[in-house]
Every structure is written in C-alpha cells, then in structure tokens.
Nanobody, 124 residues
C-alpha cells in the first residue's frame, strides 16, 4: 500500500501563490510517477501535472503550464505543486496521486493511489 496526504491548500487572492505538498508513505515512493489532479463538484477529475520517477521529466495541462511547477524530493518522500498567478477558476479540490501502471501520463485511470485532497480557493 501507498498512503498519500496532501497539505498546503487554502484561501488566496487572484494572482497569489500556494505550494501544495504530498507526503507519501508505505511502499517505494521513488519508483512511482506522481501526479496532481483537481476535481470540482459534479465534474470529472482533471489532470494538472505529473513528474517522472527521477524528477527529470515534468508534464503539465495547458491550464497549468507557465503558472504551476511540479517537483519531487524522493529523499523526503514528498511531491510538490507550486502554484503561481492563481485564478478563480483554479478553485477546487486538488489531489495527489501515484502511478504504477503504464499508459498516458495524464490518464486518471492509470493512477492507482490517491490522497484525500486539499482545498484551494482563489478569490477574485
């Protein structure tokens, strides 16, 4: 099993920044692709960003590219999402996930471990 716990969400004004953290425990963390997703009420879970096992490759949704930065520290078993220039439309719950399955990096169905989520609210 892998346990993932997100933190760092909160309330910020438009244009502000937040840094989300995801602490992993249990089975090997360093061998997993890690991703961030978000899901608004009544909507499907949406890919935001992902990072490869060594942290050398990163992937971003169009909505995140240029504003968000994903990183990981395997020694600390932690993945981060630095969010800058936040917009009201970024408001939702953000989830950390681990991917041990193959497939497209942005495919929510290939991530098999999930955190409980952390709320991000951006006021206008």
């Amino acid at each position: 099993q892998v346990q993932l716990v997100e933190s760092g969400g909160g309330l910020v004004q438009a244009g502000g920044s937040l840094k989300l953290s995801c602490a992993a425990s249990g089975r090997t963390f360093s061998s997993y692709v890690m991703g961030w997703f978000r899901q608004a009420p009544g909507k499907e879970r949406e890919f935001v960003a992902a990072i490869s096992w060594r942290g050398t490759n990163t992937y971003y949704a169009d909505s995140a590219k240029g504003r968000f930065t994903i990183s990981r520290d395997n020694a600390k078993n932690t993945v981060y999402l630095q969010m800058n220039s936040l917009k009201p439309e970024d408001t939702t719950v953000y989830y950390c996930a681990a991917k041990t399955l193959g497939g497209v990096i942005s495919d929510v169905g290939t991530y098999n471990y999930w955190g409980q989520g952390t709320q991000v609210t951006v006021s206008s």
